[in-house]
């Protein structure tokens, strides 16, 4: 049967759920729904976060700035169950008001200081510790490019393709046609990037690979939404497939791809849902 063809009415209202697995947590206010603390461990930085292609990010990067001997870069990681609303308790909208993982406070000085958004929190560690990062001006400017790049092709990749191709109620060709040409469009970005240099800043591994291996593994090894890679074709971007086997052999980036995942053997309970919060844009 056809569905009948939506026509948008001249104001918008937020009068039913919006459909498909993530409608009960999906709403157009912001700010917190309940009261709720957050714990707070004994490290420098606290992280509170989830294991997906976001949160990923930056449990790496401490991992690989732990394994250079940088010690200061201790870390406690909470678990934050989005699906279950964590994202709204009072705690975690304080650190991000914006309600999305991950949120962290840097203890290290003489106060907290929050970060939020993981291309910043990336930029923040990455800049305290001098590592990861060029410190030329132009190397500085390409890691800086090329990381911002990914933040803004994440809602495609996730809230795009994404939900389209796996959480939307009602499967329909023409927005998943037009996601799945747009994330092919990025991998080749990225493919014919890295048949010029080995990393996407240059000949060094930086922020910006961190960043952008966290969802291209997705797509590429995590077979992305129950069929994606298949569906999208991504082994055939074989620059993209010789850099994310390189990166993801590195044994800093195992440590963090494991954080949250109890069947690892990790201590902190991460939820069923690998790409959550891709899922929700």
Same mark, same amino acid.
């Given at each position: ?64 700035? $732990? ?76 890691? $800086?490019? !090329? ?87 991504? $082994? ?6 010789? !850099? ?38």
């Amino acid at each position: 049967m056809a569905e009948t063809e939506y026509v948008p009415p001249k104001v918008w209202k937020w009068d039913k759920p919006s459909g498909g697995s993530v409608a009960s947590i999906n709403r157009p206010i912001a700010g917190a729904t309940h009261d709720k603390e957050l714990p707070r461990g004994e490290h420098p930085f606290q992280l509170y976060s989830l294991g997906s292609p976001n949160g990923q990010k930056v449990t790496i990067l401490f991992e690989e700035l $732990l394994a250079a001997g940088f010690g200061g870069a201790e870390y406690d990681a909470w678990l934050i169950h989005i699906m279950e609303g964590d994202q709204f308790g009072s705690g975690f909208v304080d650190i991000n008001p914006n309600s999305k993982i991950p949120g962290m406070l840097d203890c290290s000085g003489p106060e907290p200081i929050r970060v939020f958004e993981s291309a910043a929190i990336l930029l923040h560690l990455a800049e305290k510790f001098g590592a990861f990062i060029p410190t030329d001006e132009k190397g500085r400017a390409e890691c $800086l490019s !090329w990381l911002f790049w990914q933040m803004s092709n994440a809602p495609s990749m996730g809230g795009g393709f994404g939900h389209f191709y796996r959480v939307a109620p009602v499967k329909l060709e023409y927005p998943i046609n037009r996601y799945a040409m747009e994330v092919k469009r990025i991998f080749d970005v990225a493919d014919r990037r890295l048949a010029e240099v080995p990393f996407l800043a240059g000949e060094d591994y930086s922020i910006a690979d961190i960043a952008v291996f966290c969802w291209f593994r997705y797509f590429h090894s995590a077979n992305a939404y129950d069929g994606g890679t298949e569906f999208l074709d991504i $082994l055939s971007y074989k620059n993209v497939d010789r !850099w994310v086997c390189e990166i993801e052999a590195r044994v800093p980036v195992k440590r963090g791809l494991r954080v949250n995942l109890p069947a690892e053997g990790c201590t902190a309970e991460r939820h069923s849902a690998a790409d959550i919060d891709a899922v929700m844009g």
